[in-house]
């Protein structure tokens, strides 16, 4: 079967605006920024920049996720635990590593200086809970960052 002039210029335009779209949907992905104060929920080994752009901002990565809360429906002696591993750059400056702790639906703060900048992360959960059943499911952090005031 052949194509006329007209069906293979519509099909070649279809076809690199859709492996364009591809493309600008993954360089969106890896480089996201979101205003201070947003909730983000982030994996082990993702990354958000916060604030309004990488220049100024501060780049949150996921280090770690251990979740070692009781599963639902097992009766432990300890009620565990979730903690996440965090690192916080900026761009040519160095790195602040953090944990923060969740006992069970309380959410953990910590402030931290980096740059002469004051900040404060909060962990505000750790999902899925823990479960008998599901067992080695990817644990996912939700997190925000805000800056305080500087000196």
């Known amino acids: 079967m052949y194509l006329n002039n007209l069906q293979s210029f519509f099909f ?12 600008c949907e ?3 992905e890896t480089n996201k920024i979101v205003p201070f ?9 993702e990354s958000v920049w916060f604030g309004a752009d990488t220049l100024n901002g501060v780049e949150i990565s996921i280090i770690a996720i ?12 300890w009620a565990g635990e979730a903690r996440v591993q965090f690192n916080a750059t900026q761009l040519n400056s160095d790195t602040a590593s953090f944990e923060l702790r ?16 004051y900040y ?8 899925p ?21 500087s000196n």
Request: charged share 20%; net charge positive.
């Open 129 to 149: 809970y823990p479960s008998a059943q599901q067992k080695n499911a990817k644990s996912r952090a939700t997190i925000s960052l805000k800056q305080l005031a």
């Open 102 to 117: 969740l006992p069970t639906a309380k959410k953990d703060t910590l402030s931290f200086k980096l740059n002469q900048n």
């Open 120 to 127: 404060q992360a909060v962990l505000f959960g750790v999902k």
């Open 12 to 23: 070649g335009a279809t076809l690199l605006g859709l492996v364009s779209f591809v493309a």
């Open 66 to 77: 251990d979740d070692s809360r009781c599963p639902i429906g097992v009766n432990c002696i």
């Open 26 to 28: 993954k360089t969106v």
């Open 37 to 45: 104060g947003t909730k983000v929920e982030l994996g082990t080994a």
